[in-house]
């Protein structure tokens, strides 16, 4: 990735009462904030599909690719991020994490999933 300054906002569910509702508010904010690039770590839509379709959906409107990191369950409509990104440190044919958010970012030709490793 080189000299890339990429500074990052994370959105934390951990203790969160309802760590979904969370979840999708900070898609939300991420939009109106204006993020490059959004990413959603163990995403399970099967709760409550339609406030995920609507949070994703707003990312999607607002042109930010949204990629999903080792979803337990993706949305049906795949048009509402631009890949998923499944570790595997073990994986010979990985590629490095940030490679792969900049290629999704810069909406270069990628795979529907890309595995990923955070080993340099």
Do not use: F
């Not at 979803?71 to 490679?99: C, G, K, Q």
């Amino acid at each position: 990735m080189g000299d890339v300054d990429i500074q990052t906002v994370y959105v934390s569910a951990k203790d969160a009462k309802d760590p979904d509702a969370v979840m999708r508010q900070g898609v939300r904010d991420m939009v109106d904030r204006v993020v490059n690039l959004i990413v959603v770590s163990d995403l399970d839509v099967s709760a409550d599909a339609l406030g995920w379709d609507a949070a994703l959906g707003s990312a999607r409107e607002a042109g930010i690719p949204v990629a999903l990191l080792n979803p337990v369950h993706a949305p049906d409509d795949a048009t509402l991020y631009a890949a998923t990104l499944v570790l595997n440190d073990r994986a010979a044919d990985a590629v490095r994490i940030d490679d792969a958010m900049m290629t999704v970012l810069n909406d270069e030709p990628h795979e529907r999933q890309i595995v990923v490793t955070t080993l340099r």
